[in-house]
C-alpha cells in the first residue's frame, strides 16, 4: 500500500486511512489483530502499516511491559489519595505525569483509572478506586483521562461494570435495579467517555444479571451507542472465555498469543455466522486507536508524542509529592499540628515516632497495580531531613506485616561477581539453565515473560546480617522450595492455596520462615531452590504460562506484642510529642480478595492507647488505602488519614506535620467507628450473586438514610486555619421556570485564621418531598479553594444538569422532577453550612 509522508491528519483524513487500511486487509489478519500478541503487547500488522503497541497496568504509575527494578517507575499516591485531594486541577496533572512515564517507558495504553465505586469498605481493592460517590469518581477521572491523553497516550477506564469487589470476581453476577446501574455504577464511565473521550474501556471479569461482561449487552447500549465511544473494549486479563463475546461489543481478547477467538472467529466469519461488519467494526476501532497513539506510520495524531526512555522526570516526582501533600485528610487536631519548635531556644525537640510503618510504610497497594520505584521515602526518614536538628528516636511498637521482607539491596551480594544484588536461574529438566540474571531485588515477579517448559528457579545470594541475633529467614511463593544457609537445608516447605485468582495465588501466597540465629557482619550464601508449579490463575482454574512470583527476605522474631508496646510507649514518654504510624499490609489490601475486617492487623490499637496514655501529645498517622476502625480516634491529640502515599510519602508527611504546606485532603469515602455500623459492608456472593438491594443508597447516601454516625463522615478534612460561610447564590436565571441547564452557585468565604488555606466547597442537593426514591442528600459539585489569612474568596461551583435528573426506570431515560430542589453548601456531607433553593423544570 502507498505511503504519503507523515502527517498530522484531521479526524476525517484518519477516518479515511482507517477505511483504507482495513480494506487491504484479510479476515485472517483481522482476526488476528483482536487477540493479544503476548501478555502486554499488541500484533503489530505490516500490511496495515500498523507497530506493535503496548498496554500496562498502573493507575498510580506506569510499570511497563515487565515488572523489574532495573526498570523503575514513578509510584505516585494511590487512587482513594487522589481522590481525597477533590482536585481535578491535580488529576489532570497526574496524568500528564503518567503520560510522561508511559512515553518513556513505551507505553501506548495505561490500563486505569479504576473507576469502580466505594460500594463496601471491604472490597480489595478500594484503594484503587477514588470514592463512594459517582460525581467525585467522575470529576477526577475525566481529568485524570484528559491528562493523559492531551498528551497521546491512551487511557482505559475500568473495570466496565459493577466490578466493585473481589470475592469471586470471575464468576459473580450482580443483581441491581436500572436506575443504581445508571445512576452510581456507569455514570463515572460515561463521564470518561462523554466528556473525557476515552480511547478505550476495559471490561470486567463478573457478570451483570446473569451475563458475563464480555459478552453482555451493556457493551453495546449504553456504551457504543447512546454514549457515542469510538474506542476499543478491552478485556481485563483472560476474562474473554467464549467465542460468544466475539459476536457482542468487545473488541479485544487479553492476554494473548493464545484466545477462544482465533479460528474459531475466523470460521465464524466466513461460515456467515458473525457477520463481516462486525469483525470490521472491532479492527476499525484498534486501527483508530492505533492513529492516536501514533502507531500507524505517516500518521501523526492530533497529541504531541513524548519522548522516549530516560529517566523519571523531576517535576513529575514533585508532583508526587505535592499530590499526596494535598490528599493528607486532617480529622482531628487539638493545636498540636503543626509540631511547634522547642520550648528552650537551643533544646532540639524530642520526638518519639512508632511503629513499623513508620519505617516501612506501604506506598501503593497489592495486585497489578504494583510498580516498582527507583526508591521510597519512609515516615522516619522524611522527619529526620525535614528536622535534621530534631532527637527522633523509633521503634516497632507493633508488627504490621504479615508475610517476609525483601532483603535490603545492601545486605545481599552477587555470588559471582560481589555485586549487590542476587543470581537468579530458570532450569529445565536436562538440568540445563534456560536464563540467568543478575537481579537488584529479591522480591521478584513475571507476568507472562518468565521461561515456559522450565522446572526450577534458584535464587543464590551472599547475605551480610546488620543486627546480632534471632531472626525468620524464609520465601513467599507457591509451591515447593528448599533454602539452604552456606550448603546446609534449614527449610524446606511447600505452600499450596485454596484460591485460584491470580491476584490471591500470585500476588499474595502464603511465607514459611525458620528461625535462626545470625551474628552481624557475618556472611552466609543463601541458596533458594524452587520447584515450578502451575498457578491456576485462568477463570476455570488452568494455568496462564510464564508466571512466577518469588519473594526471599526476612522478618523480625515475634517478641511478646507486650514487650514491643511497653518499649515504644516509654519512648514516648520521653519525648515532647509521639507520632504513631498505623497501617495495613499486603495481606489486607490487594486485588484478588476482599477484606474479612476493618480492623488494623496486629497489636496496633493497643499500641496506640499505650502510646497515648505515656504521652496526651499523640498524633497517629493512618497508612492504609481505605477505611479501618480507629477504637481510639477520640483520644488522640491529632489524627491523619494519609492513604497510600506514592514514593515521596515520607517528604509529604513531614511537610504537613511541620506546618512547611497545610494538609488539603477532604474524605473520599466515610470512615466508621465501627464494622458493625456501616449500613453496606457485604462483598461475598450468595449462590453466585451480589445482590445491590440498596439501590441508590451507598456511601454517605446510606449512613443518612439509616440514620447512623459515623466516626468521620464522607467529605471530612481540615487544615491549620479556619473559615467562615459568608453567603451562597445562585445564578439568576437558574431560578426561571422551565431551567434544565448547568447553573453556577456561588459561595463566599473568609480565612478568618492565621495563614494562607484551602478549603473544600462542597454542594449537596436535598428534595424531602420528591415523588421519587431519594437520598436525604447527594453531592452536586464541588470546588478547591485558597485564600491568605485574613482574605475573602468566591468559590465558583457548576452543577450540571445531571445533577437534579434521575433514572425512570419505565421511560428508560433521564428525568428531572419539576419544583424546589435545596441546595446545602457544607464542610462535609453531613455538615450544613449554608442553604438556599433553586426551582427546575
Not at 480494506?23 to 485472517?28: G, S, V
Not at 505490516?46 to 498496554?55: H, K, N, Q, T, Y
Not at 502510646?611 to 479501618?628: D, E, K, L, Y
Not at 442528600?777 to 479553594?785: I, K, N, Q, T
Request: some cysteine.
Amino acid at each position: 500500500m502507498a505511503r504519503t509522508p507523515r502527517r498530522t491528519l484531521t479526524h476525517h483524513d484518519v477516518e479515511e486511512q482507517v477505511k483504507e487500511r482495513l480494506a487491504a486487509l484479510t479476515t485472517e489478519q483481522k482476526v488476528r489483530l483482536l487477540t493479544g500478541a503476548d501478555f502486554w503487547a499488541l500484533h503489530a500488522e505490516p500490511d496495515a502499516g500498523l507497530r506493535v503497541m503496548v498496554v500496562s497496568d498502573g493507575p498510580s504509575g506506569v510499570r511497563g511491559a515487565r515488572w523489574d527494578e532495573r526498570e523503575p517507575s514513578l509510584n505516585l499516591p494511590s487512587a482513594t489519595a487522589l481522590g481525597a485531594t477533590w482536585d481535578p486541577e491535580i488529576a489532570y496533572r497526574y496524568g500528564v505525569a503518567m503520560a510522561h512515564e508511559a512515553r518513556r517507558k513505551g507505553v501506548d495504553v495505561v490500563l486505569g483509572p479504576t473507576i469502580n465505586l466505594h460500594r463496601s469498605p471491604l472490597a480489595g481493592r478500594h484503594f484503587e478506586a477514588y470514592s463512594e460517590d459517582p460525581l467525585l469518581t467522575a470529576d477526577i477521572a475525566e481529568a485524570f483521562v484528559r491528562g493523559l491523553q492531551d498528551h497521546g497516550v491512551g487511557a482505559c477506564p475500568k473495570h466496565y461494570v459493577a466490578n466493585d469487589f473481589e470475592t469471586d470476581r470471575f464468576t459473580a453476577s450482580v443483581e441491581l435495579s436500572d436506575r443504581a446501574l445508571r445512576e452510581l455504577y456507569l455514570a463515572p464511565f460515561e463521564r470518561t467517555v462523554v466528556d473525557g473521550g476515552a480511547w478505550t474501556i476495559m471490561s470486567a471479569y463478573n457478570a451483570v444479571r446473569g451475563v458475563t461482561m464480555t459478552e453482555n449487552t451493556l457493551l453495546a447500549e449504553p456504551l457504543k451507542g447512546e454514549w457515542g465511544f469510538d474506542g476499543v473494549v478491552i478485556s481485563d486479563w483472560t476474562a474473554v472465555r467464549t467465542l460468544a463475546s466475539a459476536a457482542a461489543a468487545q473488541d479485544l481478547v487479553m492476554p494473548g498469543p493464545d484466545g477462544p477467538w482465533g479460528a474459531a472467529l475466523v470460521a465464524a466469519v466466513e461460515a456467515g455466522e458473525i457477520p463481516v461488519e462486525v469483525l470490521d467494526d472491532k479492527v476499525r476501532r484498534l486501527l483508530r486507536l492505533a492513529a492516536r497513539v501514533g502507531a500507524l506510520d505517516d500518521v501523526t495524531p492530533a497529541a504531541p508524542l513524548l519522548p522516549s526512555g530516560g529517566p523519571t522526570d523531576a517535576a513529575d516526582i514533585a508532583l508526587a509529592r505535592e499530590a499526596e501533600v494535598r490528599a493528607i485528610v486532617l480529622v482531628r487536631n487539638d493545636g498540636v499540628l503543626p509540631l511547634a519548635p522547642p520550648r528552650e531556644p537551643g533544646t532540639p525537640v524530642r520526638i518519639a515516632v512508632l511503629g513499623q510503618s513508620a519505617q516501612r510504610p506501604r506506598t501503593q497497594g497489592g495486585g497489578s497495580a504494583t510498580v516498582v520505584p527507583q526508591a521510597t521515602v519512609s515516615p522516619l526518614a522524611g522527619l529526620r531531613a525535614a528536622l535534621p536538628g530534631a532527637t527522633i528516636t523509633h521503634a516497632i511498637g507493633a508488627l504490621v506485616q504479615d508475610g517476609v521482607l525483601p532483603f535490603d539491596l545492601d545486605t545481599v551480594r552477587h555470588p559471582d561477581t560481589g555485586e549487590q544484588g542476587v543470581r537468579i536461574r530458570f532450569i529445565d529438566a536436562a538440568g540445563t539453565v534456560v536464563l540467568e540474571e543478575a537481579r537488584r531485588a529479591t522480591d521478584l515477579m513475571w507476568l507472562g515473560d518468565a521461561p515456559t517448559g522450565v522446572v526450577a528457579f534458584e535464587l543464590v545470594t551472599d547475605w551480610t546480617p546488620t543486627e546480632t541475633g534471632p531472626i525468620e529467614l524464609g520465601f513467599e511463593v507457591l509451591g515447593r522450595t528448599v533454602l539452604e544457609l552456606d550448603g546446609v537445608t534449614v527449610l524446606d516447605a511447600t505452600a499450596g492455596h485454596d484460591d485460584v485468582e491470580l491476584g490471591a495465588a500470585l500476588m499474595a501466597p502464603p511465607s514459611s520462615t525458620v528461625r535462626l540465629d545470625v551474628e552481624a557482619g557475618r556472611t552466609h550464601r543463601l541458596r533458594f531452590d524452587h520447584r515450578m508449579v502451575a498457578i491456576p490463575s485462568m477463570p476455570d482454574g488452568s494455568s496462564m504460562p510464564g508466571v512466577l512470583g518469588f519473594t526471599a527476605g526476612w522478618r523480625p522474631v515475634a517478641e511478646s506484642a507486650e514487650a514491643l508496646i511497653a518499649e515504644a510507649a516509654a519512648v514516648a514518654a520521653a519525648a515532647d510529642v509521639a507520632v504513631v504510624v498505623v497501617g495495613t499490609n499486603e495481606k489486607v489490601e490487594s486485588e484478588g480478595f476482599d477484606r474479612t475486617s476493618l480492623d488494623l492487623p496486629g497489636h496496633q490499637d493497643a499500641l496506640v492507647r499505650a502510646v497515648v496514655a505515656a504521652n496526651p501529645r499523640t498524633v497517629v498517622v493512618v497508612n492504609s488505602g481505605s477505611p479501618v476502625v480507629m477504637p481510639w480516634h477520640d483520644d488522640v491529640a491529632a489524627l491523619l488519614i494519609t492513604w497510600f502515599g506514592g514514593q515521596e510519602y515520607g517528604h509529604a508527611l513531614a511537610d504537613v506535620l511541620t506546618g512547611a504546606a497545610e494538609p488539603g485532603g477532604r474524605l473520599p469515602t466515610t470512615w466508621p467507628a465501627r464494622a458493625q455500623d456501616v449500613p453496606v459492608l457485604d462483598t461475598t456472593p450468595v449462590d453466585g450473586t451480589v445482590r445491590y438491594d440498596e439501590g441508590i443508597h451507598i456511601g454517605y447516601r446510606a449512613w443518612q438514610r439509616a440514620g447512623a454516625t459515623p466516626a468521620y463522615p464522607f467529605g471530612s478534612g481540615t487544615g491549620y486555619t479556619t473559615w467562615s460561610y459568608d453567603a451562597v447564590r445562585v445564578d439568576a436565571g437558574a431560578q426561571d421556570h422551565g431551567s434544565t441547564g448547568p447553573l453556577t452557585v456561588r459561595v463566599d468565604l473568609t480565612n478568618t485564621g492565621a495563614r494562607t488555606g484551602r478549603q473544600v466547597v462542597q454542594v449537596y442537593l436535598t428534595r424531602p418531598l420528591s415523588d421519587v426514591e431519594r437520598p436525604v442528600r447527594w453531592l452536586a459539585g464541588s470546588a478547591v479553594v485558597a485564600a491568605d489569612a485574613g482574605s475573602s474568596v468566591t468559590a465558583e461551583v457548576t452543577l450540571r444538569r445531571r445533577a437534579f435528573e434521575h433514572w425512570d426506570e419505565p421511560a428508560g431515560g433521564w428525568v428531572t422532577e419539576p419544583g424546589v430542589f435545596g441546595v446545602v453548601v457544607g464542610r462535609h456531607a453531613d455538615s450544613t453550612e449554608l442553604t438556599t433553593e433553586v426551582r427546575r423544570g
